[in-house]
């Protein structure tokens, strides 16, 4: 299902310098929409906001938007430009699943002084249009970024147009082709599809190396990140008529750093120059770096995977706890699961567990994401006999909703991420993210 929000626009009047308050709100929305999976869609009609909001009052079920004296009641805080105010609904008469988002009403202070343009901050002059972008991304369920380039920072920046980590921020919650970046500091593409879950898959990629792609060895190189569920036979092609290619496929654990032992490169198994790897590989996360021969190479390129899983079942290692917990060993980044009626229940919840293990001091974020149930995730740190050590992080809600988060500097050691949920008996599909923060 595509995520979407429908809104009512029709704000009266033009800007100062002759823009429409109308077009700039819809050409945000417009934004998202091309750069997202997320789908806005325009009613041209005006609704006050305002209705049905203030007090305890949940709105009317229109989304709307336009300037107003105070935020439906309450004063604007000082600085305050805007407020998205939102109104979340269960999809189920017990609420014990999903919140879904009923209708956002985007309110921005009329005392401020509201123009539309690009480029640099004007003074005290305010972009509408960037500042719509801002609560846009708040009714998709952004928070405010601290540390990149974005339009989701909390306060105003030169910027007037979505950045890359607004547009990650989006297809991480509602999927799409993400990029992060890796503790070595270049970027890791996350192409469509996600993890290869079916028996067989073909993946076709094409790219190109330029000189302010991330270098190794001083040569240009892109690296794409893919999973595999299970025990897979590849044939990975990288072929170039631009450049000598040379391919890298490399395991990476959990906190990103390579596992010797599957470490595989080639230049010139495949067709003419082309590069080659064909390989049988154990089930998990793997980078597939495309490069060149010689240092400066540049120019187009093509990926071409195929795969064969041996078999559709999981092939990590999984044992049985002294608690009585089916433990599965998987330190994939991405791993993607399902509770169901037969597992391990935990205080009656059912419950997954997965094992890995944190070589060196590693700041971590682990997201933990479902549309059927209300998450909680347990990441509690385990000692060689199988007791609990002194580290246990719990996370029931997110600030964005009923999915999980727990961000922490892990120490070396040994860890469990348990998946359970908040209600009882509750099931359903869930997947886990794993990113290594990068300052
Ligand atoms: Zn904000």
New binding site residues.
């Given amino acids: 299902m595509t995520p979407q929000a429908t809104f009512h626009v029709n704000i009266p009047d033009n800007s100062l310098s002759g823009g429409s308050w109308n077009d700039a709100f819809i050409r945000a929305m417009q934004d998202w929409t091309d750069l997202t999976r997320f789908e806005f869609s325009v009613i041209s009609e005006f609704v006050e906001p305002c209705i049905g909001r203030g007090g305890d009052t949940f709105g009317d079920e229109k989304s709307s938007t336009n300037f107003t004296d105070t935020v439906c009641g309450t004063d604007y805080g000082e600085n305050v430009l805007a407020v998205t105010l939102a109104t979340l609904t269960c999809q189920d008469p017990d609420c014990t699943g999903t919140l879904i988002i009923e209708e956002s009403d985007i309110v921005f202070n009329d005392a401020e002084r509201w123009d539309i343009y690009s480029g640099p901050i004007q003074g005290i002059t305010i972009d509408f249009e960037r500042v719509a972008l ?1 609560e846009l991304g ?1 009714v998709i369920g952004l928070d ?1 970024e601290a540390t990149n380039d974005a339009i989701m920072r ?1 306060t105003l920046t030169d910027f007037g147009s979505l950045q890359t980590d607004d547009i990650n921020g989006a297809n991480f919650i509602y999927g799409g082709d993400v990029s992060l970046e890796s503790i070595y500091g270049f970027e890791i593409k996350l192409p469509e599809p996600g993890p290869l879950e079916e028996q067989e898959n073909t993946i076709n990629i094409s790219g190109s190396l330029t000189d302010s792609d991330a270098s190794v060895n001083d040569s240009a190189i892109d690296i794409y990140q893919l999973t595999f569920a299970q025990d897979t036979s590849i044939t990975v092609d990288l072929n170039s008529s631009d450049f000598d290619p040379l391919l890298y496929l490399v395991r990476i654990d959990s906190t990103q750093t390579p596992i010797e032992k599957f470490v595989f490169s080639d230049d010139n198994s495949g067709v003419g120059s082309a590069a080659r790897i064909v390989q049988d590989i154990p089930a998990g996360t793997y980078w597939f770096g495309a490069t060149g021969v010689t240092s400066g190479s540049e120019g187009d390129y093509s990926i071409t995977l195929s795969s064969l899983a041996a078999s559709i079942e999981g092939a990590l290692e999984e044992y049985q706890t002294i608690y009585g917990a089916e433990v599965q060993i998987n330190p994939n980044p991405f791993i993607y699961g399902d509770l169901r009626n037969s597992d391990f229940r935990f205080e009656d919840k059912f419950m997954d567990i997965y094992q890995f293990t944190v070589k060196a001091e590693t700041d971590m974020r682990f997201d933990l994401i479902s549309d059927d149930f209300d998450t909680v995730l347990l990441l509690v740190e385990v000692l060689e006999d199988q007791s609990l050590g002194s580290l246990v992080l719990v996370n029931d809600d997110n600030i964005f909703g009923t999915n999980s988060r727990i961000e922490y500097s892990l120490p070396p050691g040994t860890y469990w991420k348990g998946v359970t949920s908040f209600a009882i008996g509750e099931n359903g599909d869930y997947r886990i993210n794993v990113s290594v923060n990068v300052n």
Wanted: charged share 0%; proline share 0%.
């Fill in positions: 801002h708040h405010h909390a």
